[in-house]
DNA sequence: GTGAAAGCGCTAACAG
DNA sequence: CTGTTAGCGCTTTCAC
């Protein structure tokens, strides 16, 4: 007997006594076929043990009824909510997902996408993208379709959906001003993103409206991991005149900030009220749970996928920028300053 | 001008004023191409954007140079890790890893299986499987390469990396009794893997030791997940005679379980002991942090890999199951139960 | 309805 | 060293 791995449609053609043209009829849902012959098939196929070679498939094709995924990291919960959503919408199609790992390597990024826009898969999804610049161009004057998630184009007009960060970011300064804070310390996430641009412009918005004066030394830059909330709580108290509040750039920075706080034996919330921004998992199971600004991450992938999906059936279709809403989630780790409380 | 995207080797074949068949070899670094034709070729692929076809050349070649990774789910850190290790490993190799993710529903675990196994990659690292003896048996008869990560074999003998659950919870479950609990509440993960097995049989066999009576009612079956730590705990502390330490599956269980403990208006770890299980980076980070025990999960993902890449390279080279040692790790959610510290 | 034939873009012998 | 020639397994015309 032949090896299942080496069953091709050739086989099954041989074994139904049909040309193996009508099996591919028939694993494509071809109406052309008489129905008893198409059952000869399946039974045949099913009695084999066939399964289509993808590749093949695609090669002669043209189409993989794959879609890329291309992802920094893993292993945040961030990304996760994002590709439940997508997961969720690609199955309805019966599209299936491959998702890719650059490690913020911007190079490893361009390749990836040069790969995968190239037979690989038929549309791409390009999750917080590093240097989005070097290949959209590239992939736009092709009419490869793909659609940013959580990237705020530096003036191109491509396919993306984001979340309102410069909102969300404004809401929070403006909750914490509203508390009675007017030292606010902020840390940002990598600055060569446009939602940390925008968080950052939130929270001078927010200062600016109520007329309380920025203080440089209050914004510290970070990259969105853990140990820069540290060390960025760290700085800030260590200042002459200390922040009564912490905003970080997201959750993750948040807990970092936590940590440093408390490992100075101060408290949250009474001595410091600590912000986050992302809403992710951990964020309520921490203590006390994080007063953080919620994305609406799984809708995020959820609305992407559509928009690709849309892309795919129409290229014509002009796609822009949607922004989704974020919402501060009050918890345990906000408070009145203590001067103004006692 | 030829769209980028429909530049073929034939193309660059004209371009260079060579042969497609030499621009296969540049393609395919062989030595046997004189230097300035291999650079006349390199020349006019970078002119033109060649790049080349991957469904084509996996077609023609027989091999796709992808590894395929198969997971449960995203978004804990969990799986994060490993593949982390996993990436490690292969970038050394100038392969590239595909993932998918399962959802935990084992027909689209088979299902993915089959259709990766023929022809999309070239191995298969399966993590945490459901129901592997769905379709090992076909993998293994038919000579495709893949290794599991994290799964207890029901019986079968075949290529696999864990961890010594068995052990870390002994030494976990030991390690409260000589703080000097006697009733030790469990929490379990999916019963239906054999590591949330081990790690019961490994508190049991500590409480055997040790000749503490086994209560029934002190283990609750969860499945791994937060709200399961939350009910186990919840229910372990409705119990008439309630335990002074719990020790969970896994650490976003313990999550779960400090939640319920607190809402109780107890405290950690003065009146509840908490132990989790994995390390992740979380359980640094919550309040109190979590005494756990750590698996080295990314260097499980680098000897999977370092696996599967041996059996690619020798498939009659017999790989059984590697288990890599766990290691307690104390924090400060452990400590002498109250009524015999006080 | 179904068979036959022409590729999809590339790798891998085989000649020279 | 380089050109030539078969396919890889499948989708898609085009006939009948």
Redesign the pocket.
């Known amino acids: 007997m032949k090896s299942a791995a ?1 069953i ?3 086989d099954v053609a041989n074994a139904s ?6 099996v ?2 028939v ?2 849902n071809d109406i ?3 129905p ?3 059952q000869r098939v399946l039974d045949a196929m099913r009695r084999l043990g066939f399964v ?2 993808r590749q ?2 695609s ?4 189409k993989t009824n794959l879609i890329g995924l291309l992802v920094p990291d893993l292993g945040t919960g961030y990304i996760g909510e994002i590709i439940r959503g997508i997961d969720a919408e690609l199955g309805l199609m019966g599209l299936d997902l491959i998702t890719y790992t650059t490690h913020r390597t911007a190079s490893k990024e361009a390749n990836y996408v040069a790969n995968l826009a190239r037979g690989m898969v038929d549309g791409l999804l390009l999750v917080l993208p590093r240097h989005p610049a070097d290949y959209i161009e590239t992939l736009t004057q092709r009419g490869f379709p793909f659609v940013l998630i959580d990237h705020q184009g530096t003036g191109e007009n491509c396919p993306a959906v984001g979340a309102t960060n410069w909102q969300g970011a404004y809401t929070a300064t403006e909750y914490l001003i509203k508390l009675g804070h007017q030292r606010i310390g902020f840390i940002t996430g990598w600055m060569d993103l446009g939602c940390a641009q925008d968080r950052l412009k939130g929270y001078r918005s927010a200062l600016r409206t109520y007329h309380i004066p920025e203080a440089p030394d209050l914004v510290y830059e970070g990259t969105f991991s853990q140990p820069d909330g540290y060390a960025g709580a760290s700085a800030l108290l260590d200042l002459p005149n200390p922040p009564t509040a912490i905003f970080a750039s997201n959750d993750v920075m948040a807990m970092g900030v936590m940590d440093a706080v408390r490992n100075r034996g101060l408290r949250i919330p009474d001595d410091i009220s600590v912000v986050g921004f992302d809403n992710i998992a951990q964020s309520a199971m921490v203590y006390p749970p994080l007063t953080t600004v919620q994305q609406p991450l799984e809708q995020m992938g959820r609305v992407a996928t559509q928009m690709l999906l849309g892309i795919l059936k129409d290229p014509e279709k002009e796609a822009g920028r949607i922004e989704l809403p974020t919402e501060l989630i009050v918890r345990g780790s906000t408070a009145p300053p203590k001067d103004r409380a006692g």
């Open positions: 080496k091709t449609i050739l006594g049909v040309s193996f043209g009508t591919s009829r694993i494509n052309h076929v008489k008893e012959t198409r289509a070679n093949a498939q090669l002669a094709g043209g």
